[in-house]
Every structure is written in structure tokens, then in C-alpha cells.
Nanobody
Framework: QVRVVESGGGLVQAGESLTLSCAIF????????VDWYRQPPGKARELVAR???????LNIGPLKGRAQLVRDNLRNRVDLQMNNLQPEDTAVYLC?????WGQGTQVTVSS
């Protein structure tokens, strides 16, 4: 049974950086897509980035230019590195892999 676990969220100040981790258990990610989404308070869930391999990432929309994904297939893990965070980046950040969603990790950015 596949399980996805996010970690690394917390409270940061505007302009700071944060790295979130997505660990996948019970199945190998290989060349399958691993997605990071986020859901701001009172808003719909939105795709942040999708990664297929260590050098193949689609970085979409809200964090474009301020985030990158780091994939480690041996450890079955995909990290989301974010910089210059702003209050509007406050959200629950969720990872999806192999058809399974994690519980999410809260990121709060204070001004």
C-alpha cells in the first residue's frame, strides 16, 4: 500500500526560504510523475510543480522562478525548495505520487 508523507512546513517571514519533503513509501516512483500542489485558505487546490525525473520538471504558475524540485529516486523522495516566500504563499502544501495524496504540510508566511 502506497503512502505519501510531506514534511518541512512551518512559519517563516517574508523573503525567507523553505524546503518541503515528499517521501513515498510502498512503491517506487521510478519515472512516474510526482506533483506538488498547494491550497491557500478558502481557495481551490492548485498545481505548483510536476516532476518526472531528476532533470525533467514542469514548474507552473504560483512559484515559477522561486521554486525547484529535487528528486532522489533511490530515496523515493521529491523535495520542493522554495525561496523568497511571500504572505500569499501561505497554504497547505500537498504531494501526490502513484495515485496517492499525502496529508499535506502547512506553510505560513508572515509579513
Amino acid at each position: 500500500q502506497v503512502r505519501v508523507v510531506e514534511s518541512g512546513g512551518g512559519l517563516v517571514q517574508a523573503g525567507e526560504s523553505l524546503t518541503l519533503s515528499c517521501a513515498i513509501f510502498g512503491g517506487a516512483i521510478d519515472n512516474n510523475a510526482v506533483d506538488w500542489y498547494r491550497q491557500p485558505p478558502g481557495k481551490a487546490r492548485e498545481l505548483v510543480a510536476r516532476n518526472w525525473s531528476p532533470d525533467r520538471t514542469l514548474n507552473i504558475g504560483p512559484l515559477k522562478g522561486r521554486a525547484q524540485l529535487v528528486r532522489d529516486n533511490l530515496r523515493n523522495r521529491v523535495d520542493l525548495q522554495m525561496n523568497n516566500l511571500q504572505p500569499e504563499d501561505t497554504a497547505v502544501y500537498l504531494c501526490s505520487a502513484l495515485g496517492v495524496w499525502g496529508q499535506g504540510t502547512q506553510v505560513t508566511v508572515s509579513s
